[in-house]
């Protein structure tokens, strides 16, 4: 069974820093790109950040560009979202999501495999 597990979420501050964690059970994590979305209430999920299977390539929503931080350890089958510089508007549920193919993608259609979310609230 393919599991992805997210972690590292939490209530901080405007202006503090989260790392987020997606861990992989039932496969190796090298072989696939990996996404990272979020969702916040009322809205429609909506792709955060996306690195290829090599982590040669990466790409991120204009919305958290020079802020948010994805990288991958294929060692530790985990891969990273570093959040500084945090905003009431980061505020929602965050998910990765896995998808065996080589190119970074942030289209969540395209991807099959899912974790459960971890919530991240930013708040004074």
């Known amino acids: 069974q393919l599991l992805l597990v997210e972690s590292g979420g939490g209530s901080v501050q405007p202006g503090g820093s989260l790392?987020?964690?997606?861990?992989?059970?039932?496969?190796?994590?090298?072989?696939?790109?990996?996404?990272?979305?979020?969702?916040?209430?009322?809205?429609?999920?909506?792709?955060?950040?996306?690195i290829s299977s090599s982590g040669g390539t990466t790409n991120y929503a204009g919305s958290v560009k020079g802020r948010f931080t994805i990288s991958r350890d294929d060692a530790k089958n985990t891969v990273y979202l570093q959040m500084n510089n945090l905003k009431p508007e980061d505020t929602a549920i965050y998910y990765c999501a896995a998808e065996?193919?080589?190119?970074?993608?942030?289209d969540p259609d395209h991807f099959s495999t899912w974790g459960q979310g971890t919530q991240v609230t930013v708040s004074s």
Do not use: D, H
């Not at 072989?31 to 996306?50: L, N, T, V």
């Open 19 to 50: 790392r987020l964690s997606c861990a992989a059970s039932g496969f190796r994590l090298n072989y696939y790109s990996i996404g990272w979305f979020r969702q916040a209430p009322g809205k429609e999920r909506g792709a955060i950040s996306c």
């Open 100 to 106: 065996p193919t080589v190119q970074a993608m942030c």
